[in-house]
């Protein structure tokens, strides 16, 4: 049997009992789920997509893939995204977590990931038998050390810092991965909600990759800009070849979106306007947080974009300031979760109602 670590959210169950003891109860800033309504024109795409009695196809809906392909052009600066290069995806997490068993990977091959990082690209890598290695910089590795580097996971905006990367660094990366044979996946869940950056690149970028496409994916989830997470509508694109070894696979195992999500995600993708109100619901939110945090004697480091404020009082540990903010009953990420040198980090949310959000700037000073 695979032996994994114990889910790290569990060990927060006794903060998150300290903090619903508050006499106006607990405020939820850990996990960053979405709280706002799922927009109508998504609940209705839903609804007429409903009577779905046939199966669906791993590849999905022709009419989804374009709408991803057109996306990729009008949002993101990449405008040569074929729509056979498109895979739909269950939510974002199950294929971070498989892509590396997905990829062939296993004992002796690497898999690079920041060094604060989404815990999942290491789970990713062990549920693979491949090994995990942390490093921001790749082109900073010797030859020794990229021995054996078959998958780099970028990860711009970041989660947990809200950290964007340029375009140059991203390229430096491509060409690297290239030199080397390794496949370059780039995390760009977040990339609709920018506060203090004009540019979040993505991978598929022609300043990035030169218009080639080949070794790259760009994973993307509408989890944050549509209120979909419940849905688990997301998407990969990129290398048309890895993206129809992956489409085969992924027949093989059963793991296909269900049409009307399909149908729901094609809809979110072609409507800016409810991501544009959304974006400004969390901007609103964020500018009430940081200087509340920061009068709380917190500093907010990177926080570019994304849907987290990454914070430190400067000489405690993650779990010192989570019980620190539990005491005023609001709930925090530990920024150890995302690796040792998160240690001395909490990730604050900006994704709790209006009402929990005034209710924490009340609190924190």
């Known amino acids: 049997m695979l032996t994994l670590p114990e ?8 903060f998150v009992e300290q903090a619903r003891a508050h006499p106006d109860g607990a405020v939820n800033l850990s996990i960053g789920t979405p709280v706002d309504p799922t927009p109508p024109l998504l609940r209705q795409a839903l609804a007429e997509a409903a009577d ?36 739909p995806t269950i939510g974002s997490k199950e294929f971070v977590a498989w892509l590396p068993t997905l990829l062939g990977l296993g004992s002796g091959d690497v898999v690079l990931r920041p060094t604060v990082a989404y815990p999942t690209y290491d789970i990713g890598a062990q ?47 491509v060409r690297l991965a290239r030199r080397i044979g390794a496949v ?14 004009e540019d979040v690149p993505s991978v598929l970028d022609p300043r990035v990759c030169g218009g080639d496409h080949s070794g790259l994916l760009a994973v993307y989830s509408a989890s944050k800009q549509s209120n979909l997470a419940g849905y688990r509508a997301a998407f990969a694109a990129g290398c048309p070849q890895l993206i129809a070894g992956l489409v ?42 940081l200087p509340a945090l920061e009068a709380a004697g917190f500093e907010v480091r990177d926080s570019a974009a994304g849907l987290y404020l990454w914070c430190t009082d400067g000489v405690s540990d993650s779990w010192t300031q989570v019980e620190r903010m539990a005491e005023r009953g609001i709930i925090v990420g530990p920024g150890v979760f995302y690796g040792e040198q998160g240690d001395g980090f909490i990730r604050v949310a900006v994704t709790a109602t209006d009402e929990r959000v005034a209710a924490a700037v009340a609190r924190l000073p």
């Open 248 to 289: 085969n696979t992924r027949k093989h195992a059963g793991m296909i979106m269900p049409t009307p999500v399909q149908e729901a995600l094609r809809v979110a993708l072609t409507d800016d306007e409810h991501v544009t109100a959304q974006r400004e619901i969390y901007r609103r939110r964020r500018q009430q947080l």
């Open 184 to 197: 370059v996946a780039s995390d760009e869940c977040y990339a609709e909600l920018p506060w203090t950056v």
């Open 7 to 14: 889910y790290p959210w569990d060990a927060m169950a006794p």
């Open 127 to 173: 549920i693979a038998g491949a090994t995990p290695l942390a490093v921001d910089d790749p082109t900073t590795l010797g030859e020794a050390e990229l021995a054996g580097v078959k998958l780099i996971w970028l990860n711009s905006p970041s989660n947990p810092t809200g950290a964007v990367d340029s375009a140059e660094h991203m390229r430096e990366v």
């Open 52 to 87: 779905a009695p046939g199966y669906p196809t791993t590849h999905g809906r022709a009419e989804l893939r374009e709408a991803v392909s057109a996306w990729f052009a009008r949002r993101r600066n990449a405008p040569d995204v074929d729509p056979e290069a498109v895979l």
